[in-house]
């Protein structure tokens, strides 16, 4: 049964290859052998690519109604790359950020006005540690939590 295939990024540049019996069987079994290493060439780079960029991403909110706490106490994820955003309400009515800090390591977010959203991106191993706010007189408050990191 013949079939063909049309790898291109527009039409100006589609490559069709065919199995036609009636096309020419060495150029269509060449540029068919062509077509299959560049595709796995361009799925390998993404591949690699995605997975320098992989990593666990959480979400926090600082409280709406301007109290010093977080929505959440305990946040989890995968050793690797955690990427926290903080979300300051637009009603929050201060100034917030989002530190994290143990086992000898320490990465700390922009402070924030209402409204806006403070990152922060570290390379964790397994274990406990502290989320807080950094702005003074917040984390005595109770403006913290902790993350486990596992394995």
Not at 100 to 122: A, D, N, Y
Request: some cysteine.
């Amino acid at each position: 049964m013949p079939w063909s295939l049309s790898i291109g990024w527009n039409a100006k540049e589609v490559v069709q290859v065919s199995t036609d019996p009636k096309s020419k069987g060495r150029k269509a079994i060449a540029a068919m052998t062509l077509a299959l290493c560049a595709a796995l060439a361009v799925a390998g780079v993404l591949t690699a690519t995605g997975s320098a960029r992989s990593g666990s991403k959480l979400g926090l909110r600082a409280a709406a109604g301007g109290d010093l706490k977080f929505n959440k106490k305990k946040l989890k994820a995968k050793a690797g790359r955690v990427r926290i955003v903080m979300t300051n309400p637009s009603t929050s009515g201060n100034k917030h950020g989002i530190e994290v800090s143990g086992h000898g390591t320490e990465k700390k977010g922009k402070v924030v006005g209402p409204g806006r959203k403070s990152r922060v991106t570290i390379r964790l191993k397994p274990g406990r540690y502290v989320f807080f706010c950094p702005v003074p007189g917040h984390r005595a408050a109770g403006m913290k939590g902790t993350l486990v990191v596992h394995g």
